[in-house]
């Protein structure tokens, strides 16, 4: 019997393999579908099956594609993939090879989100300059949600319990379809009347469409306008919506933006506590402090001796005044003898003090007579002595 026209299993698996990869409709193939059997390995790749209301295949995601991922896969979810199709040798079966994995009839919704957040990114809205600071003990805090549903029903609770003294207001909006955007809108300007310390807004979890309502630029836009602080508090802790980024703070889920709104106020007795404990610590230290001080004034000697430092300041102002005495006279006997000087220089120069010593001043007319060539025979002369004066007549002129 002739085996030579038997093939292989592993023949046949590489000859078929062969073909899938060199047809090149199969190298980019779009598929779309739904997960099941859906499996996260410990190495980051993604082991699942996409299937339709008939159909089924296998299909892998590489960790060097799946951190790419913007969602997080799950079974039952409506999937849109890229990538190629082959043939698993091991197993002979086919399988897409997946490149890119996105949420079915989300993709449009995903450009849009990430086209917005850089776009209010550019314009500062995210930056941290902006975010105002979340009162730690609010009086007053508003919600801006459904009136009905879980979301509330946890924030109400969860304040109730860790603050009962908050008063809570309540502002009901639509957080889902057409009319959300606007009404949120609405309800963030309304909620600036209201004397809040704090705004809570959000809604809990669902797809992306649902949350869609909080991607909208003019929500974005009215939260980065508001005068009151805001926590977002939208869907889960995995979700991020654009009022994330815009709003003072962001909580993951609306049981934790209620817990970051207002304060236990088991913490709060127990921190009044031990304020009131360190505050008589620090009363009773400082009541014996300035009792010591006061029996050290009581004892002191001055206290006890009080005339001592009268006397002292007695004794200290007569010698200030036998100084200031002291100072007078040097200063009178100084300016006394410079007056004495300056007289005897007076005198030296007074030209009554030559007269004494036998001069005498001859005048003609008024004037001093210094040389004889000023006067003429027969002129009326006057001499001045040291006392008194003398006319004469000149008879005659000697000029040798």
């Known amino acids: 019997m002739n085996n030579n026209k038997y093939l292989t299993v592993s023949a046949i698996t590489q000859y078929l393999k062969s073909k899938f990869d060199s047809d090149e409709h199969l190298r980019t193939v779009f598929l779309k579908g739904e997960i099941s059997n859906y499996k996260s390995h410990s190495s980051g790749h993604l082991y699942f099956s996409i299937k339709d209301e008939t159909s089924k295949i296998n299909a892998i995601m590489f960790s060097s594609s799946a951190r790419n991922l913007t969602f997080n896969p799950s079974d039952g979810a409506k999937v849109l993939v890229v990538g190629r199709i082959s043939i698993y040798e091991a197993t002979g079966n086919y399988q897409i090879y997946v490149d890119e994995m996105i949420e079915d009839g989300v993709g449009n919704l995903y450009l849009a989100f990430e086209k917005l957040k850089e776009q209010l990114s550019k314009e500062g809205l995210f930056d941290d300059k902006y975010k105002k600071p979340i009162p730690k003990i609010p009086k007053r805090v508003g919600v801006i949600t459904a009136p009905t549903g879980a979301a509330i029903k946890d924030i109400l609770s969860t304040i109730k319990r860790r603050f009962p003294v908050c008063e809570v207001i309540l502002f009901p909006s639509l957080v889902q379809g057409d009319g959300a955007k606007d009404d949120l809108v609405k309800n963030i300007k309304l909620a600036d009347n209201y004397d809040l310390d704090l705004l809570i807004v959000g809604r809990g979890g669902g797809s992306i469409e649902d949350l869609w309502p909080f991607n909208e630029e003019i929500v974005a836009r009215a939260i980065f306008n508001s005068k009151i602080p805001i926590i977002s508090a939208v869907g889960h802790e995995v979700d991020y919506t654009i009022a994330d980024f815009v709003s003072d703070l962001r909580a993951p889920t609306p049981?934790?933006?209620?817990?970051?709104?207002?304060?236990?106020?088991?913490?709060?007795?127990?921190?009044?506590?031990?304020?009131?404990?360190?505050?008589?610590?620090?009363?009773?230290?400082?009541?014996?402090?300035?009792?010591?001080?006061?029996?050290?004034?009581?004892?002191?000697?001055?206290?006890?001796?009080?005339?001592?430092?009268?006397?002292?300041?007695?004794?200290?102002?007569?010698?200030?005044?036998?100084?200031?005495?002291?100072?007078?006279?040097?200063?009178?006997?100084?300016?006394?003898?410079?007056?004495?000087?300056?007289?005897?220089?007076?005198?030296?120069?007074?030209?009554l003090s030559v007269l004494k010593r036998g001069y005498s001043i001859i005048y003609k007319d008024d004037q001093v007579i210094t040389k004889t060539s000023l006067i003429k025979q027969n002129d009326l002369l006057k001499i001045k002595l040291f006392k008194g004066d003398i006319d004469v007549v000149v008879k005659e002129v000697n000029n040798g």
């Open 255 to 351: 049981t934790g933006a209620a817990e970051m709104a207002v304060p236990n106020i088991v913490d709060l007795i127990q921190y009044l506590d031990n304020l009131k404990i360190r505050f008589n610590e620090y009363m009773y230290r400082k009541i014996n402090y300035n009792k010591l001080l006061l029996d050290t004034f009581k004892n002191s000697f001055i206290l006890k001796n009080p005339m001592i430092m009268y006397d002292n300041k007695k004794q200290n102002l007569d010698l200030i005044n036998e100084r200031l005495n002291n100072l007078i006279n040097n200063k009178l006997d100084k300016s006394r003898n410079n007056l004495e000087r300056i007289i005897e220089k007076l005198e030296l120069l007074n030209p």
